[in-house]
């Protein structure tokens, strides 16, 4: 796994809704350079702590992002090749690693080679770069042939990964974005979808090319099966699922024990699943509803960011949920999930403007933190409301209580290393003795954590 992304926190930018660009791309309008809203945001992301942006979808694209028909080409909604490469210098000149979508598994109906084959149907050249091509069938669109789809969407042209040119024209695409653009990785939409000897040849070819290339995957369908892309180094890092329902619903269930039950699962001392693997962390995301829709108390936003900054992993912020604001999918459409924001009229409005503030703590105290980053989980205490877990390297212990209710807490803990005291990094130093391996801490306070050290 890249080195780099060891250390990553991620903050997730879906570029067409974030700039406001047209729902539907006309593809002969002039190019309108919106990309260049985000960095007037540069800042504001730097003082979460976020030192990698995660960009959904940057080409050229029928509509959404995902029916792409020019992978050579940045979407003429968010502005030029050019545009994008004085926004990546920039963002590497801050020390912000960039990665972007990388949408494999099917593309739009306006895609060129789709596009041949509509007009020259058995006679195109291309009829085997797509799955299940038949002209025994129609499509719903009227075409003289059918096709395979993503997810039975008629607009998502499925491609046939074993065909050699498709292949070779998809690792040519991302040759160009590594050299032209200085991506430091890519986030694989459906890579619960995509051949894994594809995935093991673009794994060779992207660290060919920069070795501390990162690749993430998306993998949504079934708990328990990340093993099989992180066997072997297929892929670095996939999303985290299991733990993404366990946050939420752990906090509207006033119920730890879930998340606990999952990241026992995953990373526990004795048979975690995932030991040593840094999966991708997330609250909500582009697909989802907003963690600020699903939590049904706002106050649990506090202890929900806790957990995912100091559980195993890597921790991502989808843009706006640092203010807990809302979206929910409604009749089918993500347009509430993925907005236009202006920087100055969030920061003013929110209802929970302590909460950046809240994350960026978080943030800083996971990236001065080894333990944090990179050590091992051990569980050391679950009831409803108050959660405690231990992170261990070989220089440090850190321990985190997270208490999700309204009322204040104590909790007597064996402590799993030697020491004389427990100082906390969330509270101004607070500090506790240890006596004999063991630490009462008298107040934890409500709708918050504490994350203490062992010195």
Known sequence: MANWSKEAIFYHIYPLGFCGAPKTNDHVSAPVTRLKQIEGWIEHIKYLGANAIYFGPVF?????G???????????????????????????????????????????RGFWAFQD???????????????????????PYGDNFSYETWNGFYNLVKLNLKNEDV???????????????????????????????????????????????FLLGEIVSGYGSYAK??????????????????LYSSHNDRNFFE??????????????????????????????????????????????YAILFTMPGLSSVYYGSEWGIPGKKINGSDEELRPQLDLANISASSPNKDLPKAIAKFASIRESSPALMHGRYKQLLV????????RLSGEECIIVIINASEQLKSASLDIPV????LIDLANEGEMFEINNGKCHISIIYPNWLRILKVE
Request: proline share 1%; hydrophobic share 30%; charged share 25%.
């Open 60 to 64: 050229e694209s029928d509509s959404h």
């Open 66 to 108: 995902y029916d792409t028909v020019d992978y050579y080409c940045i979407d003429r909604r968010l502005g030029t090749n050019e545009t994008f490469v004085g926004l990546s210098n920039l963002l590497h000149d801050q020390n912000i690693r960039v990665i972007i979508d990388g949408v494999f598994n099917h593309v739009g």
């Open 117 to 139: 084959v509509i007009k020259d149907g058995q006679n195109s050249k291309y009829c085997d770069w797509f799955s299940n091509l038949r002209f025994d069938k129609t499509s």
């Open 167 to 213: 292949r070779k024209y998809m690792f040519d695409a991302i040759g160009s974005w590594i050299t032209d653009y200085n991506i430091d990785g890519l986030r694989l939409d459906c890579a619960d979808c995509l051949d894994l000897d594809f995935l093991k040849d673009l794994n060779t070819f992207c660290k060919g090319m920069k070795t501390d290339f």
């Open 229 to 246: 892309w992180l066997a072997g180094g297929i892929l670095d890092s996939v999303t985290n699922y299991e733990c993404y329902k366990s």
């Open 259 to 304: 998340i606990a039950y999952s990241l026992n699962r995953q990373f526990g001392e004795e048979r975690g699943l995932y030991r040593g693997s840094y999966l991708y962390s997330f609250a909500d995301n582009h697909d989802v509803d907003r963690i600020g829709s699903t939590l049904k108390r706002p106050a649990d936003l506090y202890t929900l």
């Open 383 to 390: 009831k409803s409301t108050l959660f405690c877990f231990a």
């Open 418 to 421: 030697k020491g004389c005291r």
